[in-house]
């Protein structure tokens, strides 16, 4: 195959860091080239150099034999290399037709949109890609899959030669992913070629053909996909074996029931919720996109009112109408949007390590013991292997595994009774997701309950001693360890329930 893009000797600094270290890559015409590293790998910087968002200090870019150089992203666009962000950047309040052709609306003779064109050309391009959307519907009313659908088609619609996703399959169903997965192969069978970023190693295996991996800034390996194991791509990234992802399994001895939730239901959200959580014991909430699993955790915590039910912990029935209510009774919350809802991102790291629990480092008068925060903070960043520079860095600085480490250790200051994660390591490198997994088991271990809400299920079969299945607001299965079955799981979360299927089903 002809040779498309080339990278040679890409370095890019910043003030203290060295992001990008005489890095060289190529890809070739029709190619899906996987890209993976741990979060600061260099794997962002790259992508921005190539995208136009940044310029190297040293090294050349070449499209397709010539040399490039662009000073913002449309200068790529024009020339053939396309990035669709992890973040949106679509706009709510405009249609999806004036998204697509966002500054390439066609016009009549006067200047103005030719409305009439510009909806049927959107028709056009949508019903080439079999996505069922009205051209004049408002982004805002997508669901985040189809927004995130529509993002990748609107960088497609440029017709680049070089496409360059960012963990395109964050926001999406299972469903999503495959439809996403066969118009990538239709592209690539018409000649596009592809960098794929992600975090989700079994992506990797189901699209690519060949996989390069970053680390501290540098190139470290570059792999047919065929002749390299996930172990040894995760050995290569982190630089290290890790021997045992979940960490080592051996039966835990669960303690008493002690936390129950009789009947919590919240009208046209969930209805019907009844579990017991033990002592010790990692629950956890199997579900598909819109499950409403987030919706149950948020209410436990107080965060979303209910109608109904009862919510007991160590025999004493709880009153929860705010957050401030169960933080206070030692019930604690890591929310899966760790950016917009749980971290103070422009404050430094020792600010939100006390946040929680500022009582502890204020005198009676409220001033601030600056000096006990300090020690605190320090010994907590190095408890939970926190990769900063200073305690006084801002969070919106750090890699988005380091911000998550940020996050759960900021709530277990607290020592919290019972501990709900949504999505904990979304977004998160392999080597941070492994640390986060040993810290989970580690509270287990100390007695304390741990509900884990999750869409990847291989982290719910590593990690839990039990899981609930929720669909359509409702627990329709719990299974334990010996039930565990991906398949069954999945078709249980889908709906299908089975009279044949093993484990016990839930009444509402």
């Known amino acids: 195959m002809a040779e498309v893009l080339r990278a040679e ?23 899906i080239l996987a890209l993976v590293g741990e979060n600061g790998a260099g794997k962002s910087t790259l992508m921005h150099i190539l995208g136009g968002s940044l310029r190297p200090d ?11 150089s662009f000073s913002s992203p449309e200068d790529a666009i024009r020339a053939g290399i396309s990035v669709v962000p992890q973040e949106l950047s679509l706009v709510g309040s405009l249609s999806v037709a004036e998204n697509i052709f966002a500054n390439r609306q066609p016009v ?17 391009f949508l019903r080439r ?38 963990e395109p399959t964050s926001s999406l169903t299972e469903g999503e992913s495959v439809y996403l997965f066969e ?26 053909s060949r996989v390069v991996v970053l680390r501290d800034g540098e190139l470290v390996g570059s792999k047919k996909v065929d002749e390299v194991s996930e172990d040894e791509l995760v050995a290569m990234m982190v630089g290290r074996q890790i021997s045992s992802l979940y960490g080592e399994r051996t039966e835990r001895v669960l303690g008493e029931a002690y936390f129950k939730i009789e009947r ?44 109904s039910g009862h919510i007991y912990l160590n025999g004493e029935e709880l009153t929860i109408v705010h957050p401030q209510d169960a933080i206070h009774k030692g019930i604690v919350y890591l929310t899966e949007d760790r950016k917009a809802q749980g971290l103070f991102l422009t404050m430094s790291v020792e600010d ?14 409220g001033a601030l013991l600056k000096r006990k925060m300090e020690t605190y903070a320090g010994r907590v960043v190095a408890e939970y292997a926190i990769d900063t520079p200073s305690i006084s860095k801002k969070v919106l600085n750090l890699s988005g595994g380091n911000q998550q480490k940020v996050l759960v250790a900021t709530w277990m200051g607290i020592r919290p009774e019972v501990i709900i994660f949504d999505e904990p390591t979304r977004g998160v490198d392999v080597g941070a997701r492994a640390e986060i997994y040993q810290k989970i088991l580690q509270f287990a271990a100390e007695g304390t309950g741990v509900i884990l809400i999750s869409s990847d299920m291989a982290e719910l079969i590593g990690m839990c001693d039990r899981i609930l299945v929720i669909h359509e607001g409702r627990i329709t299965w ?29 009444g509402g």
């Open 9 to 31: 000797s890409i370095t890019k600094s910043f003030p203290g860091i060295l992001a990008v270290d005489h890095l060289s890559l190529t890809l070739e015409r029709g190619e």
């Open 58 to 68: 040293e090294g050349r870019i070449l499209l397709e034999g010539q040399t490039v």
């Open 108 to 124: 009549g003779p006067l200047k103005m949109i030719d409305w009439r064109a510009l909806y049927a050309d959107s028709e056009t």
């Open 129 to 166: 890609f079999e996505l069922a959307v009205s051209p004049r519907r408002l982004v805002k009313h997508l669901s985040i899959g189809q927004q995130q659908i529509l993002e990748i088609l609107k960088a497609i619609s440029t017709n680049p030669k070089v496409l360059i996703l960012d």
């Open 183 to 208: 118009s990538i192969r239709k592209l690539q069978k018409q000649g596009m070629s592809f960098i794929y970023v992600t975090h989700k190693l079994f992506e990797v295996f189901s699209i690519a």
């Open 264 to 307: 919590l239901g919240r009208k046209r959200h969930f209805s019907g919720i009844s579990f017991e959580l033990h002592r010790g014991e990692i629950l956890g909430m199997a579900g598909l996109v819109g499950a409403r699993r987030t919706e149950i955790g948020r209410s436990i915590f107080g965060a979303d009112p209910v109608d």
């Open 352 to 365: 939100n390590l006390v946040a929680p629990n500022l009582s502890e480092f204020t005198t009676r008068l």
């Open 478 to 506: 719990e299974a334990g360890r010996e039930d565990f079955n991906e398949e069954t799981i999945l078709a249980r979360a889908a709906g299908l329930a089975s009279e044949n299927a093993n484990g016990k089903p839930q």
